[in-house]
């Protein structure tokens, strides 16, 4: 009977091994957002946030590649308003009590350049706001958390021991999340390393001056925040490396100045769910670290991607090592791959990069400029330490 006992046993591991972490913490934070928004029936509107996550790798595979897939996204975008319609629509009827939906539309309400169709697309489109902020950052602010945690066991086990002390037997609460502070600490350090959201973008409304440098009205700003988030004249010279000591004091004697370092953006259009995402972020991390230990699979390859957010995804291929580079001075949108003829030192030694070896630029632009500025990562299977900025001049790129 040991044939028996093997094949079921085998399938048993079997489902075991398929444990991806990220797969979890999406669904959850799928549940969780569906819950705020819409505090009953939330299981009827998970169809929604499965469509939404269609559209964005459609979007991404669109912005990325360049491959036009804009009927499919258009068809996606159309199904998701009328469904987004619908839900809404229920809700009025039933007057449920207050949730992230009531609020939007009583927030609507208050809108003064109120016309029907205004209206309809404001509720929509905030709608649409929600669900796509506020559940894929979430599954990754949290997994990202969990791996920098597995790789760090010293980290994980200071956080696992201040969330015991601090809950002991109780059931977590609002108070109880307030005093942990080491885990707040590791919290900014990974959305420091992977902030999630690379660029802020902003539209120049009138030509302004910055010393010699004139950006004219209407042009597109991509603010690059890996770049800002690991600058050593910002962060000083540990500033690739996973230390979550340096917030113990807060942000502002992290960095100087303290406004580089923005996961959540900045200014008026910072992130609306920033405390939101801290908060659940921290349940989700409390909660698990007090009932399991994390370490690293042996078959982990790191790979962060970009992916309109930064997502992990295996970039080692065919056993050779793949370079990761997002440009940031982008003017076109699209995929090349260049060979970088150069030799490149990066905070851990030299990084020979010269030859054949290829390198991977997410957004190759500015054909006509002498200089390209890229933030390149090396995924070499161990370090994520291995990020600079290269500079190329076009004779070292063949664009083509
Ligand atoms: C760790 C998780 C999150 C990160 C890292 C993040 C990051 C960001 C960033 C960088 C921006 C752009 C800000 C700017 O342009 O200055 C943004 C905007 C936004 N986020 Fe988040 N976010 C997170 C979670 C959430 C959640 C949970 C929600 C809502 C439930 C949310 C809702 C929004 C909305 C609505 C905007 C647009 C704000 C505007 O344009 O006025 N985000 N977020």
């Not at 590649?65 to 469904?83: F, H, N, V």
């Not at 489109?125 to 945690?149: R, V, Y």
């Not at 350090?189 to 539209?203: C, M, N």
Request: aromatic share 8%; net charge neutral; hydrophobic share 40%.
């Amino acid at each position: 009977m040991v044939n028996i006992m093997v094949e079921s046993t085998t399938s048993m591991l079997r489902t075991w091994e398929k444990i991806r972490v990220y797969e979890y913490m999406s669904n959850l934070s799928v549940d969780i957002i569906s819950r705020a928004c819409f505090q009953r029936n939330y299981h009827q509107r998970e169809e929604i946030f499965l469509k939404h996550r269609t559209l964005r790798h459609l979007l991404c595979k669109e912005l990325i590649t360049g491959i036009l897939g804009l009927r499919d996204i258009w068809r996606l975008e159309k199904e998701i308003d009328s469904m987004i319609l619908k839900v809404v629509k229920q809700h009025v009827k039933a007057a449920y009590e207050k949730d992230l939906l009531q609020m939007t539309l009583k927030g609507a309400k208050n809108y003064t350049d109120y016309n029907a169709l205004s209206h309809k697309y404001l509720i929509i489109d905030n709608c649409k706001n929600l669900f796509f902020a506020g559940h894929e950052t979430i599954a990754l602010a949290t997994s990202w958390c969990l791996m920098l945690l597995a790789a760090h066991p010293d980290w994980q086990a200071r956080v696992r021991a201040e969330v015991l002390e601090i809950c002991g037997n109780k059931p977590l609460d609002a108070d109880m999340l307030q005093s942990m502070k080491v885990l707040k600490m590791v919290m900014h350090e990974v959305l420091r390393l992977y902030p999630l959201v690379l660029f802020a973008s902003r539209e120049a409304f009138e030509t302004i001056k910055f010393k010699n440098i004139v950006i004219p009205k209407g042009c597109h700003l991509q603010i690059p925040i890996t770049y800002q988030h690991q600058n050593p004249d910002i962060w000083g010279p540990d500033a690739h490396k996973f230390n979550p000591e340096r917030f113990s004091n807060g942000i502002l004697e992290a960095c100087q100045p303290p406004q580089a370092y923005m996961p959540f953006g900045m200014g008026p259009n910072i992130c609306v769910g920033q405390h939101l995402a801290m908060t659940e972020v921290k349940v989700i991390l409390a909660l698990r670290l007090s009932k399991f230990c994390f370490s690293l699979s042996p078959a982990y390859q790191h790979s962060p991607v970009y992916n309109l957010v930064t997502i992990l995804e295996h970039a080692i291929e065919d056993g050779t090592t793949k370079i990761e580079a997002v440009e940031d001075e982008m003017s076109d949108k699209q995929t090349t791959e260049c060979k970088v003829a150069a030799e490149v030192r990066s905070n851990n030694g030299l990084i020979d990069v010269a030859g054949n070896r290829k390198a991977l630029v997410g957004a190759a632009g500015n054909r006509g400029t002498s200089l390209a500025r890229l933030g390149v990562t090396v995924y070499d299977g161990c370090g994520w330490e291995s990020r600079f900025i290269l500079e190329v001049t076009n004779d070292l790129v063949d664009w083509d």
